[in-house]
């Protein structure tokens, strides 16, 4: 089974704070995606990165910054966090880069509030 | 950009009652089409997805989807829903892009089903 973890479940932090949200992979997935999941909105893209330290820009990017330093590990960062921040982030990640019938799996969610 | 809309945003029904939610996107060239399902508590998951042949798909617990071409639609069905179908689905359909495909969400329906 594909196991897509994520750093934490719930996470509290301070407006202006830098924030980190680490997800990690154990299939040598190729693919790997951040998104943000608000309700009524459904799920909104805000980066993805299809290789070690390439990425590319989701749907909804500002305020937010990426890194993949490891295939198996995508960092999402807020530089600095705003109350519109708040929400439940999810990580996904897929086998092939250029696969338009992937099929994407997905993390647990970290619900983030930002005070 | 593709852009996937979702009919319902929130669907209740009886068990046993047949259950169809609409999908349409607006991409007009080839497309990979999905369903995914987050049961409550639960991480998302696939349900079923298109990418080429029989139009027809079927999926995990007893759903299907239909793709017709001409209308822009993927809508999803079950003749008979459990209580257990309880969850929020999404319509997805992938978009090929710079470096690969990314998936584009519809805003999800929220199914509550009685038992």
């Known amino acids: 089974d594909v196991k897509v973890t994520q750093s934490s479940r719930y996470l509290v932090k301070r407006t202006g704070e830098k924030v980190f949200l680490e997800c990690v992979q154990d299939?040598?997935?190729?693919?790997m995606f951040w998104y943000r999941q608000d309700p009524g909105l459904g799920l909104r893209l805000i980066y993805f990165?299809?290789?070690?330290?390439?990425?590319e820009k989701g749907d909804i990017p500002e305020g937010y910054s990426v890194s993949r330093e490891k295939k198996e590990r995508f960092s999402l960062i807020l530089e600095s966090a705003s109350t519109n921040q708040t929400s439940m982030y999810l990580c996904?990640?897929?086998?092939?880069?250029?696969?338009?019938?992937?099929?994407?799996?997905f993390g647990p969610g970290t619900r983030l509030t930002v005070l | 950009a593709q852009s996937v809309s979702q009919h319902n945003h929130h669907v209740i029904l009886s068990e046993a009652a047949s259950l169809e939610l609409g999908c349409n996107y607006s991409?007009?060239?080839?497309?990979?089409l999905f369903w995914y399902v987050q049961y409550p508590g639960q991480h998302l998951q696939l349900l079923l997805k298109?990418?080429?042949?029989?139009?027809l798909v079927k999926g995990i617990k007893g759903f299907e989807a239909e793709f017709i071409k001409s209308k822009f639609s993927f809508n999803l069905r079950k003749p008979s829903v459990q209580w257990s179908d309880t969850a929020e689905y999404f319509c997805?359909?992938?978009?090929?892009?710079?470096?690969?495909?990314?998936?584009?969400f519809g805003a999800g329906t929220r199914l509550f089903v009685k038992a």
């Open positions: 996904a990640s897929s086998l092939f880069a250029l696969a338009g019938a992937d099929t994407q799996y």
């Open positions: 299939m040598d997935h190729e693919n």
């Open positions: 990165s299809y290789d070690v330290k390439m990425k």
């Open positions: 991409y007009g060239g080839t497309v990979n």
């Open positions: 298109y990418f080429s042949g029989d139009p």
């Open positions: 997805a359909v992938n978009e090929e892009g710079t470096g690969g495909f990314k998936t584009i």
